[in-house]
């Protein structure tokens, strides 16, 4: 299987650098200038890059610096395991492939977490690179790192006996809220509907996605209703990752 794209999309941790010069005078008139190419960074061939982007924009949006040595678990749905790491802010920057589990490739894999700065590393003993390929299994190891949230907490539509209930025709509900994100620092709980954001009516999920986007990055108003009693909320948004550049 290859690597899973994330919607935060984001284009490589590596960027080759090539250079050179020519002289279209006489060789016989001229002496060509050494030039100084910078050298191709060390590739390890057993690492694919899922966020196309530098590791100073990593670091830029890590919630913490990277630990000394990444978190090893022990995986259990590739898929499952990265929705459940997604909603703590954790995002895939990378996956490590190998032929087969052993102690040299745990070691492997280690300091390739430790080189690409990764928070928290998943490991899949018998992961077939393909359908098409079923019979050769690889060791897959899928690396995480933990980002700073934009606000920090799971929302839902809201169903047509709460809509009747509040009285509104929009809006959502707040699920789990994440400890130390912009919603838990604006004292969001599970169970709040959010109707609108600085007087703009949140229309749905979809709706509170897009007007949290735009507004990422700086403080907005939530209006929010809670059991009885309809409050404000003062959310300052955190940076939102830039989309991949087009080639």
């Known amino acids: 299987m290859k690597n899973i794209a994330l919607k935060f999309g984001l284009c490589g941790l590596l960027v080759l650098l090539a250079g ?24 390890d061939p057993h690492y694919e890059a899922v966020i ?57 894999a280690i300091e390739l977490g430790q080189e690409v700065g990764a928070d928290r590393m998943l490991l899949y003993p018998h992961h077939p690179e393909s359908s098409d390929d079923a019979a050769t299994d690889q060791f897959l190891v899928a690396y995480y ?31 789990s809220v994440v400890g130390g994100t912009p919603a838990s620092q604006a004292n969001l709980m599970a169970g709040d509907y959010v109707i609108a954001l600085d007087g703009q009516p949140v229309t749905d999920r979809g709706g509170f996605q897009k007007l949290l986007l735009k507004a990422a990055g700086r403080a907005v108003s ?26």
């Open 145 to 175: 790192v933990r980002f700073k949230l934009l606000f920090g907490a799971t929302f839902r539509n809201l169903t047509p006996g709460e809509r009747s209930q509040l009285g509104v025709d929009h809006g959502v509900q707040i699920g």
């Open 20 to 43: 050179g010069c020519a002289s279209n005078l006489p060789h016989s008139t001229t002496t060509e200038l050494a030039v100084e190419v910078p050298a191709e960074p060390a590739i």
């Open 52 to 108: 196309q982007r530098g590791p100073e924009y990593i670091d830029a949006l890590r919630a913490e610096p990277a630990p000394a040595q990444p978190e090893v678990v022990e995986g259990k749905s590739e898929l499952g395991d990265q929705r459940e790491l997604a909603s703590k802010g954790y995002v895939r920057i990378g996956n490590g492939r190998y032929p087969l589990v052993d102690a040299g490739t745990m070691r492997a």
């Open 222 to 247: 939530l209006k929010v209703r809670r059991g009885q009693q309809t409050v404000d909320r003062i959310v300052r948004l955190g940076a939102a990752p830039e989309p991949n550049p087009v080639p």
